[in-house]
T-cell receptor, first 114, second 112 residues
Framework: EAGVTQFPSHSVIEKGQTVTLRCDPI?????LYWYRRVMGKEIKFLLH????????ESGMPNNRFLAERTGGTYSTLKVQPAELEDSGVYFC????????????FGPGTRLTVT | GESVGLHLPTLSVQEGDNSIINCAYS??????FIWYKQESGKGPQFIID?????DKRQGQRVTVLLNKTVKHLSLQIAATQPGDSAVYFC???????????FGTGTRLKVLA
């Protein structure tokens, strides 16, 4: 079974530019999550999809972040315009059921905003 | 991928010794707990989980202990090996919800 994949693995952009991160969950996993880890701090929840629907986006830092999951398959996370404090590692995870089930994490995308 | 953070608490152990990594969780309503291992350049990898109706669970070379009274979780690794060197995160979750709340992580260094 293929794991969660993320693209790109590393992105370096200038402040004010736009970046789109992609996540492909494990096939058959309806639940998809985005997390991020900034400045060596703890990994923090951003949002959760069930299929194509956003269940909770309370962790999204502001309206410069937009997540989509068209068709309930892969998901994208767009940051526009990027700011310096957006630098960090963005993880995607997927699971079969919500809560109490293992979330499988991708390798992450390291975003560096200069 | 990611390199580990610069300011994580670090536990150094001699190869072959046992390691104990501790975690204090925040939400008394949490009823599912997970330990993840993150190696450099990789995402968090599931190690072991435990539900709140248990206080101990064993896997292969790993044991998780849960003390709900003081909201404390620990991960014990027996006969620590060089391949165990990584950052370890605990995470908590409430059944029926979806957010994992992660701890800050502990870097484990195995000394040869």
């Amino acid at each position: 079974e293929a794991g969660v994949t993320q693209f790109p693995s590393h992105s370096v952009i200038e402040k004010g530019q736009t970046v789109t991160l992609r996540c492909d969950p494990i096939s058959g996993h309806d639940n998809l999550y985005w997390y991020r880890r900034v400045m060596g701090k703890e990994i923090k929840f951003l949002l959760h999809f069930v299929k194509e629907s956003k269940q909770d986006e309370s962790g999204m830092p502001n309206n410069r972040f937009l997540a989509e999951r068209t068709g309930g398959t892969y998901s994208t996370l767009k940051v526009q315009p990027a700011e310096l404090e957006d630098s960090g590692v963005y993880f995607c995870a997927s699971s079969r059921k919500t809560g109490g089930w293992e979330q499988y994490f991708g390798p992450g995308t390291r975003l560096t905003v200069t | 991928g990611e390199s580990v953070g610069l300011h994580l608490p670090t536990l150094s152990v001699q190869e072959g010794d046992n390691s104990i990594i501790n975690c204090a969780y925040s939400n008394s309503a949490s009823d599912y707990f997970i330990w993840y291992k993150q190696e450099s350049g990789k995402g968090p990898q599931f190690i072991i989980d435990i539900r709140s109706n248990m206080d101990k669970r064993q896997g292969q070379r790993v044991t998780v202990l849960l003390n709900k009274t003081v909201k404390h979780l620990s991960l014990q690794i027996a006969a620590t090996q060089p391949g165990d060197s990584a950052v370890y995160f605990c995470a908590e979750n409430s059944l029926g919800t979806y957010k994992y709340i992660f701890g800050t992580g502990t870097r484990l260094k195995v000394l040869a």
